[in-house]
């Protein structure tokens, strides 16, 4: 396994053996399959049913009611579900029989970072109601062990089709950042938070990209906060992590200079992302930055179909507040909660944040080519 583990991005995550890469490799080119030849499909189809029905009801209620006439919309559907189940199904398998080795390589001598777990930590409801993405046991799922991290970690790569970093899945997190050498060029922050960290793979990008800060990263998930702390110990960054909510955490006001989270509204709720724009604001110090990037599909819900895609995406992939993230007013948001020079717009995708591209604008550049971002100053 060593050879093979050397050849990878980093030492931790679960290494496949042949037949598991093999339908691991399936169930990619089944979604990849889902999403680029059948869905497009199903917004012909809705685009016509629009056009049929021009000046009646026009909701998306009134659209799924006439879409579910078609044979090929119900298939699309159990076709959307089925294959993210398979996903997770897959990768448990594999991780589950690597259980033993990978706990061995959590297992950090002189740690360059910190990990702090809270037995008595209150999951919030918005996490608990579902398992989100469908993953079994959901985000914040604890047996004390490393594996709903290490699950987290492989299928994300699975999930994302590779578009997100590869094995890093980091695409994001460089995008962040790359955000804040574009707009804040000056900053030189000496603390960093990463609000929502999951298991650090925006979190590493923000150590590497500014070496001389420390860094935190927050989640609900001690399992993946166990995960996120040695998969940053083996990618040679020190990382302070710790178990509380986004919404209320414990951290002292002015705390920090740059505050950041990425893709995370999405998964809480309409008054929890009120409570984490304001939390953000809350923990920065005077002219410190706050910078939180969501996927780039905003929308005004003026089209039925593309706010039937939501639901159905709130729906069949368990994300609590896809619709409320996707048509939120942030630079309201972000006044209200005090910061000034609010700008909200789309910063295009860097792999490496200090390379750039350094492009932000009102202009999405298209999926995975730019993500949402909405910035300010406390």
Same mark, same amino acid.
């Given at each position: 396994?060593?050879?093979?583990?050397?050849?990878?991005?980093?030492?931790?995550?679960?290494?496949?053996?042949?037949?598991?890469?093999?339908?691991?490799?399936?169930?990619?080119?089944?979604?990849?399959? *889902?999403?680029?030849?059948?869905?497009?499909?199903?917004?012909?189809?809705?685009?016509?049913?629009?056009?049929?029905?021009?000046?009646?009801?026009?909701?998306?209620?009134?659209?799924?009611?006439?879409?579910?006439?078609?044979?090929?919309?119900?298939?699309?559907?159990?076709?959307?579900?089925?294959?993210?189940?398979?996903?997770?199904?897959?990768?448990?398998?594999?991780?589950?029989?690597?259980?033993?080795?990978?706990?061995?390589?959590?297992?950090?001598?002189?740690?360059?970072?910190?990990?702090?777990?809270?037995?008595?930590?209150?999951?919030?409801?918005?996490?608990?109601?579902?398992?989100?993405?469908?993953?079994?046991?959901?985000?914040?799922?604890?047996?004390?062990?490393?594996?709903?991290?290490?699950?987290?970690?492989?299928?994300?790569?699975?999930?994302?089709?590779?578009?997100?970093?590869?094995?890093?899945?980091?695409?994001?997190?460089?995008?962040?950042?790359?955000?804040v050498l574009t707009r804040f060029p000056d900053l030189n922050p000496a603390?960093?938070?990463?609000?929502?960290?999951?298991?650090?793979?925006?979190?590493?990008?923000?150590?590497?990209?500014?070496?001389?800060?420390?860094?935190?990263?927050?989640?609900?998930?001690?399992?993946?906060?166990?995960?996120?702390?040695?998969?940053?110990?083996?990618?040679?960054?020190?990382?302070?992590?710790?178990?509380?909510?986004?919404?209320?955490?414990?951290?002292?006001?002015?705390?920090?200079?740059?505050?950041?989270?990425?893709?995370?509204?999405?998964?809480?709720?309409?008054?929890?992302?009120?409570?984490?724009?304001?939390?953000?604001?809350?923990?920065?110090?005077?002219?410190? *930055?706050?910078?939180?990037?969501? *996927?780039?599909?905003?929308?005004?819900?003026?089209?039925?179909?593309?706010?039937?895609?939501?639901?159905?995406?709130?729906?069949?992939?368990?994300?609590?507040?896809?619709?409320?993230?996707?048509?939120?007013?942030?630079?309201?948001?972000?006044?209200?909660?005090?910061?000034?020079?609010?700008?909200?717009?789309?910063?295009?995708?860097?792999?490496?944040?200090?390379?750039?591209?350094?492009?932000?604008?009102?202009?999405?550049?298209?999926?995975?080519?730019?993500?949402?971002?909405?910035?300010?100053?406390?």
């Amino acid at each position: 396994m060593s050879e093979r583990r050397a050849q990878l991005d980093h030492p931790l995550i679960a290494v496949p053996s042949h037949d598991e890469l093999a339908e691991q490799l399936f169930v990619r080119d089944l979604k990849l399959y *889902v999403m680029t030849r059948i869905e497009p499909v199903q917004a012909r189809i809705a685009a016509a049913e629009q056009k049929a029905s021009a000046g009646a009801n026009n909701t998306a209620a009134a659209l799924r009611e006439r879409m579910g006439q078609h044979e090929s919309f119900s298939t699309w559907l159990s076709l959307k579900r089925e294959s993210q189940r398979q996903l997770w199904s897959s990768v448990a398998a594999s991780v589950e029989r690597q259980a033993g080795d990978l706990e061995d390589l959590a297992a950090i001598e002189a740690p360059l970072g910190s990990v702090r777990t809270d037995p008595d930590f209150a999951v919030p409801d918005y996490i608990r109601r579902g398992d989100i993405h469908l993953m079994p046991g959901g985000n914040a799922h604890d047996d004390g062990s490393i594996l709903q991290g290490a699950m987290m970690d492989r299928g994300g790569a699975v999930y994302m089709l590779g578009r997100n970093g590869g094995m890093l899945n980091d695409l994001r997190g460089q995008t962040a950042m790359a955000h804040v050498l574009t707009r804040f060029p000056d900053l030189n922050p000496a603390r960093i938070l990463d609000m929502g960290c999951g298991i650090g793979t925006s979190t590493v990008p923000a150590a590497t990209c500014f070496p001389d800060a420390e860094v935190h990263g927050i989640d609900v998930g001690a399992s993946m906060l166990r995960y996120a702390h040695a998969r940053a110990e083996h990618l040679g960054a020190g990382v302070h992590f710790s178990q509380q909510s986004a919404e209320k955490t414990d951290f002292a006001d002015g705390s920090f200079d740059l505050v950041f989270s990425c893709v995370m509204f999405h998964e809480t709720s309409q008054a929890a992302t009120m409570a984490i724009i304001a939390e953000s604001r809350r923990l920065l110090r005077p002219g410190g *930055v706050a910078v939180h990037l969501e *996927v780039p599909l905003l929308h005004d819900n003026s089209d039925a179909w593309v706010e039937l895609s939501g639901e159905l995406e709130a729906q069949y992939n368990n994300e609590p507040n896809w619709r409320g993230a996707l048509s939120a007013d942030y630079r309201s948001l972000f006044e209200a909660a005090g910061f000034s020079s609010v700008e909200t717009g789309y910063q295009a995708t860097s792999p490496a944040a200090r390379s750039g591209p350094f492009r932000y604008g009102p202009e999405s550049e298209g999926v995975f080519r730019s993500w949402f971002v909405a910035s300010g100053v406390a």
